[in-house]
């Protein structure tokens, strides 16, 4: 049971030494991105009442929640999503505000996925919402975010994949599905069960034009001509408006010089219910999972009492993490460190030195020789812990070496 003790449940890690530090490093580095175009922190509890997240909302379901009781008996969950949180909370204290307000944030979520999906059931999340403006504009600028902010963290191979949640309304509308039907067709558009999709679009008497569109949605992906290939197959107010907008966007996209990172998927499903209108993924290769996700999500708000139509996204640094390394692309989250040891005599010396390096910013460990350990010993600690100098206070002499 012991031994048992010292391993962590299933679906969580633990990081530490360089792994944490380079996890730090993107944290603040994407950090400063967000800052840099104006946006404030806002930090949320880690639990939250159930019904924050419970099925209306268009969260998490509920069985993939962790739940608890307070003393009150009141159902708490363990925050499987950050935008229902912050959409809580800017209702809460900016109800009256009419002008748009700009937030980002950084947490861990928690999914209690099953077993064999092998995915992390603790992520860390970084992320940031728009509150309080529908323009074009607003979902241009939450897209050039997410692609400056994977930029700076040193990606450089990654396509941003872009599609909006009216267009599959407008297939919906067209295809006469009731709502169990077409709750059915997203699970297997989701999973990519295209036999499936085939077998349900026949046994509903889908008309043939939009079944064909259906059978060749995982055709509808690329550039921006996808677009006008999207328009000789079929329209409707619904998808004429999100064409509309898709190519906007594009616009407004090419005027930051990030063209060459957007792609589009007309049949792109949304992961969460409350995503109203424009949705993306961020795919980069070393992972089949999307390493940020986005959307608008026009109607959660109201939700809780205000209307603001809002757009957000989020990294997810575990999987960042995981693809700079896969791609061996250098991270440099860990600083230079230096280790003084001394001699019994020599600690004040000892102590001085190491005040003066720090106080110049170098971190600096500074511990006393042991009698038992060799000069050896003490370099293949450096070399074991990323120490890049080691200095020796003893007698009259400093001695200093180099990594």
């Known amino acids: 049971m012991e031994k048992k003790l010292l391993h962590t449940p299933e679906g969580v890690r633990d990081i530490y030494n360089g792994e944490c530090a380079n996890k730090l490093y993107l944290q603040d580095t994407i950090h400063e991105t967000l800052k ?45 999503d950050m935008t229902p949180a912050v959409a809580r909370a800017v209702s809460k204290y900016y109800m009256d505000e009419t002008m748009p307000v700009r937030f980002c944030y950084m947490g861990n979520t928690f999914i209690n996925h099953a077993e064999h999906q092998g995915k992390l059931k603790e992520i860390t999340q970084i992320g940031a919402e728009l509150i309080g403006d529908n323009k074009s504009d607003a979902d241009a600028e939450v897209i050039a975010m997410t692609i400056d902010s994977l930029l700076k963290c040193g990606l450089e191979e990654f396509q941003i994949e872009i599609g909006h949640v009216d267009y599959f309304h407008g297939l ?8 169990d039907e077409a709750n059915e067709l997203m699970t297997l558009l989701s999973n990519k069960n295209f036999f499936g999709v085939e077998e349900l679009i026949t046994r509903c008497n889908v008309p043939e034009n939009v079944k064909d569109i259906f059978n060749n949605l995982p055709e509808l992906t690329g550039q921006i001509e996808v677009i006008n290939t999207a328009r000789g197959l079929y329209t409707n107010k619904l998808i004429n408006n999100a064409l509309d907008r898709m190519e906007k966007l594009y616009e407004l996209l090419s005027m930051y010089g990030f063209e060459k990172y957007i792609s589009f998927d007309l049949g792109i499903i949304a992961n969460f219910d409350y995503y109203s209108g424009i949705i993306f993924h961020g795919y980069t290769y070393g992972t089949g999972n999307p390493i940020a996700k986005g959307g608008r999500y026009d109607n959660l708000l109201c939700q809780f009492g205000k209307n603001a139509p809002s757009i957000g996204f989020a990294i997810d640094l575990d999987q960042l993490l995981i693809v700079l390394n896969r791609q061996k692309i250098n991270i440099n989250g860990e600083s ?37 350990l060799t000069i050896d010993n003490y370099e293949k600690y450096c070399n074991d812990y990323n120490f890049d100098t080691m200095i020796y206070i003893t007698g009259d002499e400093v001695i200093r070496k180099e990594f």
Not at 172 to 179: F, N, P, S
């Open 36 to 80: 840099s175009y104006g946006y404030e922190d806002i930090q949320t509890p880690t639990f939250e009442f159930f019904d924050i997240f419970k099925k209306e909302r268009g969260s998490v379901a509920s069985n993939n929640m962790y739940k608890f009781f307070d003393r009150e008996g009141y159902t708490l969950v363990l925050r499987p």
């Open 336 to 372: 230079k460190k230096t280790l003084i040891i001394y001699d019994e005599d020599k600690k004040a010396k000892s102590i001085k030195e190491a005040i003066l390096l720090r106080d110049h910013g170098i971190p600096t460990v500074s511990m006393r020789k042991s009698e038992q």
């Open 172 to 179: 919906m509308e067209a295809a006469g599905l009731d709502e």
